[in-house]
C-alpha cells in the first residue's frame, strides 16, 4: 500500500519540477533534492529493520564482526555516492558526477584491500608447497 | 513524512518565478533579481536541514 503513496507523490512532484524548471531552473533541482532526501528519511526505517536482521543472522552465523560493518559501510558509501552523482547528473554538472564517483569507488577499494589480502594469504597457504 | 516542506518549497519557486516576470514587465530587473535570489536562499536554508538529517541517518545506520 505504502508504494502507491510514494509513487503518486513523486509524480506530483516531477510535474512541479517540470513546472517550475522553465522559469527558475535552480529551485527545480533543489526541490528535486528536498523530495529524494525526504523519500529516503521514509525509506531508512524499513531499512534499518533489514541490517538488524541481517547482523542478528551475522552473529548466528559466527562471522567475523568486522565484515557485516565493512559491508555496512560500503554499502553506505555507495549509495551515498550514488545520491550526490545522480543530483549533480539531473543539474546538469556530469563531470561532477563522475569526480564524485570516483571518489567513492576509492574510499571503497581502500576500505577492502584488507579483506583481499586476507584472502590472497589464505589462497596462498591452500597450495601445497 | 514532512511532505508540505516540498509543497512549501514549489510554492515558494513558482512564487518566485511570477514575482520576476511581474517585475521584469515594469522595468524592475535589479528587483526581480534580488527576489529571486531571496527565494533561493529561503529554499536553501530548509534544504540544507534535510540534507544533515540525512547524513545523521546514514551515519547512524551504516556504522559510519
Known amino acids: ?129 | 513524512m514532512d511532505i508540505d516542506l516540498i509543497f512549501k518549497i514549489a510554492g515558494i519557486g513558482i512564487l518566485v518565478s511570477v514575482l520576476g516576470q511581474v517585475l521584469k514587465r515594469t522595468e524592475r530587473e535589479d528587483i526581480a533579481m534580488l527576489t529571486s535570489l531571496a527565494g533561493l536562499v529561503i529554499v536553501l536554508l530548509m534544504v540544507v536541514n534535510l540534507i544533515a538529517q540525512l547524513f545523521n541517518t546514514v551515519k547512524s545506520m551504516f556504522v559510519f
Open chain 1, 1 to 129: 500500500m505504502d508504494i502507491l503513496v510514494w509513487v503518486g507523490l513523486a509524480l506530483a512532484v516531477t510535474m512541479l519540477a517540470v513546472v517550475i524548471r522553465e522559469h527558475r531552473p535552480e529551485m527545480a533541482i533543489l526541490l528535486t533534492l528536498a523530495f529524494g532526501l525526504m523519500l529516503f528519511a521514509v525509506f531508512a526505517q524499513k531499512l534499518s529493520a533489514i541490517i538488524d536482521v541481517m547482523t542478528g543472522l551475522s552473529e548466528v552465523a559466527a562471522l567475523p564482526s568486522g565484515t557485516l560493518m565493512l559491508l555496512l559501510r560500503v554499502i553506505g558509501i555507495a549509495y551515498i555516492t550514488e545520491f550526490a552523482a545522480q543530483m549533480c547528473r539531473d543539474a546538469g554538472e556530469g563531470g561532477i558526477a563522475q569526480k564524485v564517483e570516483l571518489g567513492g569507488r576509492l574510499l571503497i577499494l581502500t576500505l577492502s584491500v584488507p579483506v583481499l589480502v586476507a584472502l590472497m594469504q589464505l589462497m596462498l597457504e591452500l597450495i601445497p608447497k
